[in-house]
């Protein structure tokens, strides 16, 4: 965008406060339109050539940003701009609504730093809508494709893995990290107290179910993978926090006694995590893969223990917008 397309919009009831902001305002390049009423400010809003509004705090500037949010559909970043003994930053930028501050009288600098700070921001904003629409069009999606779900209320890995590898193609998109985390009993020692080890009943895979359900967040998804195994996927979860998870799950099981053939044994699960990083080319069926590796070692080196496993993708070079 040419300097010539550049604008910045200044509210200032004041006459005098409002010559003298304009006059900051072109010292720094841009093209400064002024407006004294809120009849002024909002014709001025139909210039394409706007990047940011300067907004003078109190009473008028409040109530013309409360309309420019609630009513007008602008989306323009809002500097608040306060005098140097004027009330805390905080209370300004809450009252209005706005992006940000700026104390006059302010720099290029100060100016340029806010318009792109405030233009990041509202990329942002714009990515966590889309992010929110796709949630619910994903949550609308498994209404409809789920069939009757396994015990825990959980849907099963066929029901819904095309679904979650769209999720992963939309993470390496917009950027934002992902975990896998595949949770299974420990094997039993045999009814018969031998050495035997033997796979856990279905009742107890269903303890298991509620156990997870306890311990994850409602944004995370639970989902039945095999007979005494659950796979969950962790959204914007990096392996650290995956890790917190999986020690919450393994801290939960280990409350539960079952009681077979005679006998108390007190459960315990192993945990394997997989995840995605911002930037990282994977995919969902790999992830799903070294999860599964994961929980192999940790039950191979005795059980009752958290592992993950660092897989590394093809790092991203443009995104849009920008063992325990």
Same mark, same amino acid.
């Given at each position: 965008?040419?300097?010539?397309?550049?604008?910045?919009?200044?509210?200032?009831?004041?006459?005098?406060?409002?010559?003298?902001?304009?006059? $900051?305002?072109?010292?720094?390049?841009?093209?400064?339109?002024?407006?004294?009423?809120?009849?002024?400010?909002?014709?001025?809003?139909?210039?394409?050539?706007? !990047?940011? *509004? $300067?907004?003078?705090?109190?009473?008028?500037?409040?109530?013309?940003?409360?309309?420019?949010?609630?009513?007008?559909? =602008?989306?323009?970043?809002?500097?608040?701009? +306060?005098?140097?003994?004027?009330?805390?930053?905080?209370?300004?930028?809450?009252?209005?609504?706005?992006?940000?501050? +700026?104390?006059?009288?302010?720099?290029?600098?100060?100016?340029?730093?806010?318009?792109?700070?405030?233009?990041? +921001?509202?990329?942002?904003?714009?990515?966590?809508?889309? *992010?929110?629409?796709?949630?619910?069009? $994903?949550?609308?999606?498994?209404?409809?494709?789920?069939?009757?779900?396994?015990?825990?209320?959980?849907?099963?890995?066929?029901?819904?893995?095309?679904?979650?590898?769209?999720?992963?193609?939309?993470?390496?998109?917009?950027?934002?990290?992902?975990?896998?985390?595949?949770?299974?009993?420990?094997?039993?020692?045999?009814?018969?107290?031998?050495?035997?080890?033997?796979?856990?009943?279905?009742? !107890?895979?269903?303890?298991?179910?509620?156990?997870?359900?306890?311990?994850?967040? =409602?944004?995370?998804?639970?989902?039945?993978?095999?007979?005494?195994?659950?796979?969950?996927?962790?959204?914007?979860?990096?392996?650290?926090?995956?890790?917190? !998870?999986?020690?919450?799950?393994?801290?939960?099981?280990?409350?539960?006694?079952?009681?077979?053939?005679?006998?108390?044994?007190?459960?315990?699960?192993?945990?394997?995590?997989?995840?995605?990083?911002?930037?990282?080319?994977?995919?969902?069926?790999?992830?799903?893969?070294?999860? $599964?590796?994961?929980?192999?070692?940790?039950?191979?080196?005795?059980?009752?223990?958290?592992?993950?496993?660092?897989?590394?993708?093809? !790092?991203?070079?443009?995104?849009?917008?920008?063992?325990?």
């Amino acid at each position: 965008m040419s300097e010539l397309q550049r604008s910045i919009l200044v509210y200032e009831p004041q006459a005098s406060a409002l010559k003298r902001t304009l006059a $900051l305002v072109e010292q720094t390049g841009y093209r400064a339109i002024g407006a004294t009423t809120a009849e002024q400010a909002t014709a001025a809003l139909s210039e394409e050539s706007l !990047v940011a *509004l $300067l907004v003078a705090a109190g009473a008028p500037g409040v109530e013309f940003c409360h309309y420019l949010r609630e009513f007008s559909g =602008a989306s323009l970043p809002i500097a608040a701009l +306060l005098g140097a003994v004027d009330e805390t930053d905080a209370e300004v930028v809450a009252k209005m609504g706005a992006d940000g501050y +700026l104390r006059r009288p302010f720099t290029a600098t100060a100016l340029e730093s806010f318009v792109s700070l405030a233009r990041q +921001l509202g990329r942002l904003r714009r990515q966590l809508i889309d *992010l929110r629409g796709s949630v619910a069009e $994903l949550e609308q999606r498994l209404q409809r494709t789920a069939g009757p779900r396994r015990p825990g209320g959980f849907h099963s890995f066929e029901q819904v893995k095309d679904q979650l590898a769209l999720e992963v193609r939309r993470a390496k998109r917009y950027g934002y990290p992902l975990a896998i985390m595949v949770v299974g009993i420990d094997p039993l020692p045999a009814p018969a107290g031998g050495a035997v080890l033997v796979p856990p009943p279905p009742e !107890v895979t269903a303890g298991l179910a509620a156990s997870i359900a306890k311990s994850v967040r =409602a944004i995370d998804m639970p989902i039945h993978f095999a007979a005494e195994r659950i796979l969950v996927f962790l959204p914007h979860t990096d392996l650290a926090g995956a890790e917190e !998870v999986g020690r919450r799950v393994k801290r939960r099981i280990m409350t539960i006694t079952y009681r077979g053939g005679g006998k108390a044994v007190q459960l315990t699960a192993s945990v394997g995590l997989a995840g995605m990083a911002p930037g990282e080319d994977l995919t969902f069926s790999r992830l799903v893969k070294s999860a $599964l590796a994961a929980l192999k070692a940790a039950q191979l080196k005795g059980g009752n223990r958290v592992m993950k496993r660092v897989t590394r993708g093809t !790092v991203l070079s443009n995104l849009a917008g920008g063992g325990s």
